[in-house]
Each structure stands twice: as structure tokens, then as C-alpha cells.
């Protein structure tokens, strides 16, 4: 395998080591399920409505520059959005009217799609490489990140233009999130810095943009993920091997536990569990983030990585890299739901549900 995602924080040296890693991983027998054939088309608009699953999910593709189109129970690609930068994180604005935000990760923008029509209804230029972005609550503002250019941009969703001058860091912004209320982001910086120090999470009030704190947390993390009510924020450690939890409350580490990780995190939307994606073994653990215990692994594809909840967080939906595929998974019973054929290099997913408001 060549790891040539933008923003990949693994040493090069180790990408020897996945073959022979993942060569010894065992499948699950839930595994077998066939993957629907891709229909990759240079754009096509989904006719029939949101699934009966009822949600429509977007992959970003990295490497076939698109975005696979998922709908349906037990799912299939719909359609493809095409002619994209390797397309790496998406956010959704489900106020009025809905928006798709695409990060095109070796370009200089970010792509608004309608998520209904599909639509592309804009381009925002940004700095170099944009990564992550994340819609305000009111949906007003995007907030992009580029760790190529250490920086946060902030645009005006309605004008379509960037507003003020880029927020700079000194160490690499990898993810950004914002709290259930919408007053406060999170950016994960990584890497040292001349002067600086390890890794943290920067706080920073979602009105004024000011940074509010920053909290230290393992060396080399490569996912952050917020659930539980929006009481828990945790983030990955790659030469840690743990997971960092953090109270959002208090903005205090509440606890420390070991854990194997990799490209992925997320925490379930009600409950205080967590699911890291241990991309090298093509594994998702699944942690009780109160105790630290191992609840479950699971396994159905290559290099899972960056998974993401449905609302309820019954369904789990993680891109398999290697494998090309969406992997679609019941919380409930650990079982998969659907394995479906989309592009090369899936790398993140966003969902929109048929319930969401429009």
C-alpha cells in the first residue's frame, strides 16, 4: 500500500509493515456480505428518494477525486459526484437550505454541493490544502482548516468568501469539530514546532474566534471525536497507543486508556463508547469510555478509517480504504448491515437523513 494522503501522520518508513500486518488479520464472517457494483458516472443526480434506510451517505474518495453517493437498506451508490481535488473531509449544514461542504485536500478550495439535487451550488477558495471543515450551528459560518498552511479560514457560507484574515497555529491543525452548542470549536494541532510543544487541542470561541485554551494530549494523534451527549471529547494516539478523554464541561482530561489506533475515532451520539479505528490490523475497537474495557472488535474490510454515526448512532458507517468500500454496521448487535462498492481510497463520510430538516 502507498499512503499518500494529505495530512497522514504515520512515518513512511512503517507503511512497509501493512501488508504484513493486515495479511494476518482475520475476517469476520459477517465479511461475506457481497459488495454492490460500483456505477461511477462523471455526475448523475439521484432520482428516487433517500433510501429506506433512511440516509443518504457521502464518501469522499481521495484517490478517484469523487464522491460515491450511498443510499438504500441494504445500500448501493446511487451516483457520483466527480471532478473534485482528492476530496478528504465533509461537513453537512442541514438548516436551509441544506449544504454539502468538500474539502479538496491537494487543491485551494472547498466544493458546496446540494445534498439533494447533488448539485455543486459553489467553490470558496482557501489556503493550500484544505483538510477539515465544520459547519457553525447557525450554519452561517465554515470553518476550514489546512494543515498544510497551519491555519483556520472562516467563511461567509451565504457570500461564499473567505472573511478576514486566516487564524494561524503553530503546530499542525489535523481535525476540527464544533461543541452541541455551537459556542465553541475544537482543533487538534499536531507535530512540534519551533519553541512549542506535543500535540493539544485548541479551544477557541466560536464567536470571536479567540483561543480559549489549549489542552495537552498524546503524541502524534490522528482522529478526535465528540458524542456522549456532547459531554465527551477524546482523541487518538498513534505512538501512545491510547485514547485521550476529555471532559467538555470542564475542558480537564478525565482519564487515559490504552488502546490501539489508527486513522479514525468516533464516540457514539448517547452513549459513552467509542469506536477507534486500528487501521494497520483492518479493526474497529470498541471501548467503554467510562472504564477503558474492550467492549467488541470488529472487522469486515481493509484499513477502516474515519467512521461517523447516524444521529440515533444505531447504524455506524465506516470507509475501508483498501478494501474500496463502505462498511455500514448495527451498534446493536455488532453485525454488518451492508457492504457497498464506491471509489478508490474512501476515506471520510458524512450523513444526511431523510429526517433532517430542509
Known amino acids: 500500500m502507498t499512503i499518500s494522503r494529505v495530512g497522514i501522520a504515520v512515518a513512511v518508513t512503517v507503511t512497509v509493515i501493512v501488508g504484513l500486518v493486515a495479511g494476518g488479520c482475520n475476517v469476520a464472517e459477517s465479511d461475506q456480505t457481497a459488495i454492490a457494483p460500483p456505477a461511477h458516472t462523471e455526475q448523475q443526480s439521484a432520482t428516487a428518494p433517500i433510501g429506506d434506510g ?20 441494504p445500500g448501493a451508490e446511487v451516483a457520483t459526484i466527480a471532478a473534485l481535488e482528492s476530496p478528504h473531509g465533509l461537513a453537512l449544514r442541514t438548516s436551509k437550505p441544506p449544504l454539502l461542504a468538500v ?3 491537494t487543491g485551494f478550495g472547498v466544493t458546496l454541493i446540494d445534498p439533494k439535487s447533488l448539485e455543486k451550488k459553489g467553490f470558496v477558495e482557501t489556503s493550500r490544502g484544505p483538510q477539515d471543515l465544520v459547519f457553525s450551528r447557525d450554519g452561517k459560518h465554515l470553518f476550514v482548516i489546512s494543515p498544510l498552511s497551519f491555519d483556520l479560514q472562516v467563511v461567509d457560507v451565504a457570500a461564499m468568501r473567505r472573511l478576514g484574515e486566516p487564524i494561524k497555529f503553530e503546530k499542525k491543525p489535523r481535525r ?9 470549536i475544537f482543533v487538534l494541532l499536531v507535530g512540534q514546532a519551533e519553541g512549542g510543544g506535543g500535540a493539544a487541542v485548541a479551544v477557541l470561541d466560536a464567536n470571536t474566534r479567540e483561543i480559549l485554551t489549549r489542552i495537552p494530549v498524546g503524541r502524534h494523534p490522528d482522529a478526535m471525536a465528540l458524542g456522549n451527549n456532547g459531554e465527551t471529547l477524546a482523541t487518538t494516539s498513534f505512538d501512545d497507543s491510547t485514547i485521550t478523554v476529555i471532559d467538555t464541561g470542564s475542558l480537564e482530561v478525565r482519564a487515559t486508556y490504552p488502546a490501539l489506533t489508527g486513522m479514525g475515532l468516533a464516540i457514539h451520539p448517547t452513549k459513552p463508547v467509542a469506536y477507534s479505528c486500528e487501521s494497520f490490523d483492518d479493526v474497529v475497537q470498541v471501548l467503554d469510555l467510562n472504564t477503558g474495557a474492550e467492549i467488541a472488535k470488529l472487522s469486515a474490510g481493509s484499513w477502516p478509517t474515519f467512521p461517523q454515526f447516524g ?16 462498511v455500514t454496521w448495527d451498534t446493536l448487535t455488532n453485525k454488518v448491515v451492508a457492504k457497498v462498492a464506491v471509489g478508490r481510497e474512501p476515506i471520510e463520510v458524512a450523513v444526511y437523513e431523510s429526517a433532517s430538516p430542509s
Open 103 to 105: 474539502a479538496n485536500s
Open 311 to 326: 444521529s440515533e448512532g444505531r447504524y455506524l458507517y465506516v470507509p475501508h480504504e483498501d478494501s474500496d468500500s463502505l
Open 54 to 73: 433512511g440516509a443518504r451517505i457521502f464518501v469522499s474518495n481521495y484517490r478517484s477525486d469523487s464522491i460515491s453517493v450511498v443510499e438504500g437498506n
Open 176 to 184: 476540527i469539530l464544533s461543541d452541541s452548542k455551537g459556542e465553541r
